[in-house]
Nanobody, 122 residues
């Protein structure tokens, strides 16, 4: 059941940047996930309802930044120094703030977007 809307994907060269956006309730804990062809969906980053707590996959630490603007009901994923290995479909997901479970466990999220494609060429 798709209820979130992502935007901002595209094609860039290695070293480039993109910013993804997700329209989502300010009351939700939000995660960004990605899935490359033939691979399992993996957690990229997540953010608490207030934005105070953030979580990252080790592979993107120092390159990606998750943030939110609750006045606009929007969560962002700023992606810098993109690499070909970042190529994937990126999904925004939301869950209740007290849902529990690890931030990267897809089963703990009940709302998902349709995905936005990110392609990084070398």
């Amino acid at each position: 059941q798709v209820q979130l809307v992502e935007s901002g994907g595209g094609s860039v060269q290695a070293g480039g940047s993109l910013r993804l956006s997700c329209a989502v309730s300010k009351y939700s804990f939000v995660g960004w996930f990605r899935q490359a062809p033939g691979k399992e969906r993996e957690g990229v980053a997540a953010i608490s309802t207030t934005g105070i707590s953030t979580y990252y996959n080790d592979s993107v630490k120092g390159r990606f930044t998750i943030s939110r603007d609750n006045a606009k009901n929007t969560v962002y994923l700023q992606m810098n120094s993109l690499q070909p290995g970042d190529t994937a479909m990126y999904y925004c997901a939301a869950r209740a703030p007290d849902a529990g479970g690890t931030w990267y466990n897809t089963l703990t999220y009940n709302l998902w977007g349709q995905g936005t494609q990110v392609t990084v060429s070398s």
